[in-house]
Each structure stands twice: as C-alpha cells, then as structure tokens.
C-alpha cells in the first residue's frame, strides 16, 4: 500500500462487508512491509470516546493527538445494534504530519459474531498515523447506539514470541476545539456516568447459551471525562457459543486441485488473542460469498499480511469476535491467506453472512471495489480457491443452490424473508445477495460472472497464434519438419491443466497449462491443427482449425548453373561473367542463394547474376535453391577464365605494337590496314574479344570457327581500355578459331586490340 495519498473524491458504498468511500485518505508508510516473520505479532489497539449530540443523532471526536496506529473503526456497546448514519473519520499521516480527506466507513458490517461484545464499523486501513478525528452524522429517526468509540489498531505490533503482553485499550475522551491536543490531558465532564444508556434496536438477540455483551454504563454524553485505562484482551477461556458441530470433521477430496494457502502464521497472527477452538458446518458448503473489505485498493501487496492481521485485532480485541469472520482473504495480487483457524479444507463456521455462516464459506479480497473490479490476478485466485472449496462437496461453480435462510433479513435488492425460507442463489454470489449491503461492491459484483466462468470452465479466450517453422503460400503455413503452434486464452493459466495440439482432429503434442507454445512434426501432407484447452474442471475448449501443409519435396534446378563471359572492363582479377541458372518447386519456390565463391541471395524468378572471376584461376559457384516450406537442393558450377593476348595471336598484314600500363599485359596491337587479321586458337565454352574504344576507332568483322558472324564497331564517345566489346557462349567447351579483319571504316579506320579471354 501507498500508504501515503489515497486520491480524492472516489468509490461511494454504502453498507456492510467493506463499504467504502475513499475521499482522500494520507497516512504514513506503514513500515511493516515484507515477508512475514515466523513469531506471531499482536498489533495493539487504544480508543477514544466519541461525543455525542444532546439529541442522540450525532458524534465526534475531535481532532486530536494519537499514538501511531494505521487501521481505525469505530465501535459501540451491543453488537445487536445498528448505526444508521453516516461515519466519517480522517488522519494525520507520520512524517508529513498532512491530514488526509474525510473517510467514509461502513456503517453496518452485519451481526457478526452471535456472542461478540461489541458492534462496529468496518476498519479501514490508513497507514501510519499519529493522529486523528471522526464524524457521526445519524438519522433524525433513530438515535446513535450507546458508547461510541475510535479504535485505532497500531499494525505490526511487538512479537509474542511466546510472551505476550496485553492488547490494551486506551480510553481517550473527545475534545471539541477542532484542533490537536495531547491525549494526556482530561477534560471535565458535567453529566452523570451513572445515567442508563437508551434503548437500542434489538434485530438479533444472543440465542441461549451465548454471553450476553456486558452492558457500558457509559451514556452518550457531550463531553465524557476522558482518562487513561488498559483493559485486557478476550479470556482465554470464553464460554463457547453454540455451533454447528464441535468434532472435527474429515476433509474431503475436491473435484479440483487446491490453490497455495498462505497459512495464518503467514501474517502472524497471535492466536493467543482467539483461543476459542472453532466450529464446523453440521453437513456441506453448499455456496461461496464473495465479500470485498472496504478497505483501500493503494496499498502493497506485501503490507497484506499487516492489514489482515490488523483487520484480526479489530475483530477480535475490538469487537470481542471469537476469530477473524472472513474464511479466506486475497490480496490484489491473488495470494490467498487463510482467515478463521479450523483447517483450510474443513467446513469452518465463519462469521461473514449473516443468517448463512452454517451453509456457505467466506472470501473476502482486501480493497474496495465499486468503480473497478479487482485485478484479474485476485479473481483468478478467487476463482480456484471458490473452485476448490465447492469442489470437495460436489457443487458446479456455475450452478445455482438453496440456501436455508437462519434469520430473518432483506438484501441489498429489497427481497426480504424469515427464517426457514429457501432461497435459490448462485453457488458464487455477493454477500448482498444475502443482505442490505454493496458488498462486494457494484464492479467485483458485476464480475462475479467472469469469476464462476473462470472457475467452472471452460477456458474462454482460446485463440491459435502463429505457427513458427513453417512458410506461408497465400494464407496457407507449409512446413517441412517440425513446428511450432502458439495460442492465447483469457483464462489465466493458474485454472488451466492442460492444452493438447490436435492434428487432424488427434492429439499429437501435449503441454502443462501454463504453456502458450508445442512444438511436433507432422507427416507429409495437408493436415488441420487446432489447440484443445483443458480446464481444472476437465471441461475443454477447442480453437477454430488452421489448414498447414507439410511437403518434403526439394525444388529442383530445371536449368544447372552455368558461366559465359559477358561484356565489361577486363582486368586480370576481375573477368566480367554471367551465371546462369533456373529453379522450380512443386510449391512454391523462395529464393535461391549463392553460397561460394560470395553469398547472395536471389529472388525465386531471378535466374542469372553479373559476377567477375579471377583470371588464370578455377572458380567453383555454388548455388542453393530454398522453397517456401524450407526444403533446400544444391547444385555448382566451375569455370577458368583465361586471357589470350595479342601476341598470342596469327597476323595477317600491318600490325603496329603500342605500350601503355592501360593494356592488358602494358601492350596492344593496332592496323589500320584493310583485310589486315588476328586470329587466336583456344579450347573452352565462351570467349570475349577485348579491344580499346574512343571515337576514332574504326570497325573489324568477326569470325568464328571460319564463319563471320558479326561486325563489331568499336567506335565510343568516351576513351574505353580492355573492354570485352563482344562475346559468344556454347553449351559445352570444344576447341574454336576467332579471327578479326580490319575494315579500315572511312574516316576512322584504326582498331587496337588486347586480344581476347575465354572461358574452359
């Protein structure tokens, strides 16, 4: 909790069970945070009596001094009666020393305990506080119950360790100057403390057998004297009221696997305070009440232990309870804590629906929720742990039952009964289903149905996700090996046992419920998936189906990788090539990658690539063909580029030899001649004539294997230096004659060759 603003202006409840209104509340931090320690801890509680009106309709108490405390009520004498007005208290929060909003309590928790001692507000959690003041606006109608008192519950007390010191109370009286004074100082009184306190309601008197609360002598006074007393704690040994069933019973097996239970020494409680052994329902839980405590929804989910056990003390040492009223507790980060002692899978008789403690079990979720439900963490553990207790008697979360009513009553709805009608309710339902209050509050009362769908099943939510390892044609995953199945439900994964992966409509992957992934391999061909939920309940759920083909076959290269020499700039590491191939696949074809001499990837209608090669030197190119489920095919090529120059060449007529480092090898033959001829002999399966350009070169015919197959025009616009101006490829290599004439072109008749490259 943060204990030190609440906000302004909130939630506005009006009743028992934890009804809140959050006006801004401060407090100090708490400073009890943490994992809690192995020696119980009795948090001590001081009072201080409320003035009240002359005319009985109305209360304070000062603004005023107080000891550290964090959880405040307000309490009076017979617990059989009712406050009908409006309580409001507010504090001083440690170390800022600000006073926080007017907090609205809980005027009418319910009867309670039938042999409890006093009656009393919900607490409400304010952190550290050293100081406080309250409000009691009642009804012109009905007159302020009989002594009016702040507890004040300081969380987090002293350690027992096995001797503990009293719960004391500490009587403050009331100062009306509105601002803070020391508690020390006592103030006269001018009314008698022998006067009888009025008559108050009697809605359910103590049934035979049960201790009548001892009854004050305190009147409701304007000023009551204010002096300092300790009293003790409960007797150890109170008389027992009347219970169901004081043996213990066997606990018996749930249909469903318990939820973790912290258990009371969790938040140490001092059971030194309640020695009072428990009771049992004489028969089943036949339903579970949903209650929220009012309390703040700003706190840490490590101060629940302290607000739990404070919640403990009031209960017990302030309002004379025989334990804590609530079954269970959760926090807003879904611990379950157990509540009243008697053994969590045993049907303890609670103290939290009036007129249905012998039929039902109690869970309350610490904070208030009217506006907003409480987190879905908190939920879910309602969920298994309502699950679970319903469970061992056989009841369907979602089911409805009959509740015999014990005492008359009306609830929140206005529906009214007397003792002995049965009422048909859900088997989870709000504690205003069974009395006048918001409790739970309207948010976590409007959830109460995602709470049962969360604990009967079956798992909502259920949505197949991506399917990894796999590549899509059209919409359609295709996959050549294993796989992976992803999926996502609402339901958390603490009330899911299983998913399976359904291949075909059969279970081929199994995984705990806390996953969201399986991989598995399917057989070659088209399949139906699907992922199966399995609910602690063992109700399922199905995701709709996903067609994914499974297909082994490799793509194949239609056209094998070839070379053949390309048009370009010739260097002696660097001859310009092409490489040439085709892929194809029965699916769909990729890419094909280029693994050696370099890697690339190409596009799956990309079928050649410019490349250049080393001359003098074998190449291998390799290449590998991927389709879109994954299959894969090799295949390679190998060639030597080789460079035959000039010199290597038959001349025929006027050749003159011209030097420059812009030559291959520094040198170059030139004629201007007409019919003048190169001709150079080679083995391979591409060649390239490599010449010099500018725009005053002429033009030569081209012959191969003694046949002219071309005249090449060696004319540019810009000066070119061994540039393969032409060239001519086979499908295999073989033994080939090039031959160029001079064609001495009017005007610019002069052509300079480097000679020529092929490829073997």
Not at 236 to 259: C, E, K
Not at 446 to 465: H, I, Q
Request: charged share 15%; hydrophobic share 35%.
């Amino acid at each position: 909790m943060r204990a030190r603003w609440w906000g302004t202006g909130a939630a506005v409840a009006a009743a028992v069970c934890g009804t809140l209104v959050v006006q801004g509340v401060s407090g100090g931090d708490s400073g009890h945070a943490g994992k809690a320690a192995a020696a119980p801890v009795r948090d001590g509680v001081r009072s201080a009596a409320l003035a009240v009106r002359g005319d009985g309709t109305g209360a304070t108490l000062a603004r005023r001094d107080a000891k550290p405390f964090s959880m405040i009520g307000v309490s009076w004498e017979k617990p059989s009666a009712r406050l009908a007005g409006k309580v409001e208290v507010r504090s001083r929060a440690v170390g800022s020393g600000k006073w926080s909003n007017w907090l609205l309590l809980d005027s009418d928790r319910g009867a309670g305990e039938q042999n409890a001692s006093r009656g009393g507000t919900e607490p409400a959690w304010v952190g550290l506080s050293d100081g406080v003041e309250a409000r009691i606006d009642g009804r012109a109608t009905a007159k302020l119950p009989a002594g009016l008192r702040l507890d004040m519950i300081t969380a987090g007390g002293k350690s027992t360790g096995g001797d503990a010191e009293p719960a004391a109370y500490v009587a403050d009286g009331p100062d009306d100057t509105g601002e803070p004074v020391a508690t020390e100082t006592p103030e006269p009184t001018d009314v008698p403390t022998t006067e009888p306190a009025p008559p108050e309601e009697t809605t359910a008197e103590p049934s035979a057998g049960e201790s009548s609360p001892e009854q004050s002598t305190e009147p409701p006074v304007e000023s009551p004297s204010e002096s300092e007393s300790e009293s003790a704690p409960p007797s150890a040994s109170p008389s027992p009221s009347p219970s169901p069933s004081t043996s213990v019973p066997t606990a018996p097996r749930s249909t469903v696997p318990r939820p973790p239970i912290t258990p009371r020494s969790g938040w140490k409680a001092d059971e030194s305070i309640s020695p009072e052994a428990p009771t049992y329902i004489d028969g089943k839980i036949k339903a579970v009440v949903v209650h929220h405590t009012a309390s703040t929804n700003d706190y840490s989910c490590a101060e629940a232990p302290s607000i739990i056990n404070a919640v403990y003390t009031y209960d017990v040492t302030g309002l004379g309870w025989k334990d804590l009223g609530y079954n269970f507790v959760v926090d807003k980060c879904g611990t379950i804590y157990e509540g009243r002692k008697g053994g969590v899978d045993l049907p303890v008789v609670g103290a939290h629906a009036y007129g249905f403690n012998s039929q039902t079990t109690g869970i309350a979720v610490l904070g208030t929720y009217v506006d907003s439900p409480p987190p879905m963490a908190a939920m879910a553990s309602v969920a298994r742990l309502a699950a679970w207790k319903l469970g061992q008697y056989g009841v369907q979360p979602d089911a409805t039952v009959t509740l015999t009513t014990a005492l008359s009553g009306q609830n929140l709805a206005g529906r009214t009964w007397e003792p002995g009608e049965e009422m048909t309710l859900p088997a989870i339902h709000g504690h205003r289903d069974g009395y006048n209050t918001v409790c739970p509050g309207d948010a976590f009362y409007a959830a109460l149905g995602t709470v049962r769908t969360l604990a009967a099943g079956p798992v909502t939510g259920l949505t197949l996700g991506t399917v990894t390892g796999t590549g899509t044609v059209g919409t359609t995953p295709y996959t050549n090996g294993p796989l992976t199945v992803s999926w996502s439900t609402t339901t958390p994964a603490s009330l899911i046992s299983s998913f399976q992966v359904l291949v075909d409509g059969k279970a081929a992957a199994t995984v705990a419920g806390s996953a969201s992934s399986a991989k598995l391999t399917l057989a070659a061909g088209t399949h139906k998936v699907q992922v199966k939920a399995v609910h602690q309940s063992g109700r399922t759920a199905t995701s709709a189906t996903r067609t994914v083909v499974a297909d082994t076959t490799a793509p194949t290269f239609t056209t094998k990788p070839n070379l053949s020499l390309r048009t370009g700039t010739v260097n002696t590491t660097a001859v310009p090539l092409t490489l040439g191939w085709k892929a194809a696949d029965n699916v769909s074809l990729k890419e094909t990658r280029l693994t050696a001499p370099l890697a690339r990837t190409y596009g799956p209608t990309v079928t050649s690539a410019a490349q250049t090669a080393k001359s003098g030197a074998a190449t291998a190119w390799s290449l590998r063909a991927y389709d879109t489920p994954g299959n894969s095919a090799s295949a390679s090529v190998s060639g030597t580029p080789v460079i035959l120059q000039e010199t290597s060449a038959t001349k025929s007529g006027a050749w003159t030899t011209k030097s420059s480092t812009s030559y291959l090898g520094g040198r170059s033959l030139s004629s201007s001649a007409k019919n003048a001829s190169l001709t150079w002999t080679f083995t391979g399966r591409s060649v390239a004539w490599v010449v010099s350009r500018a725009s005053a070169s002429g033009q030569a015919d081209i012959y191969v294997d003694g046949t002219k197959v071309t005249t090449a025009d060696l004319k540019s616009s810009t000066t070119a230096y061994r540039s393969a101006l032409w060239t001519k490829t086979w499908s295999t290599s073989a033994k080939h004659t090039l031959k160029i004439v001079v064609r001495a072109t009017s005007g610019r008749p002069a052509v300079t060759t480097d000679g020529i490259v092929y490829l073997k």
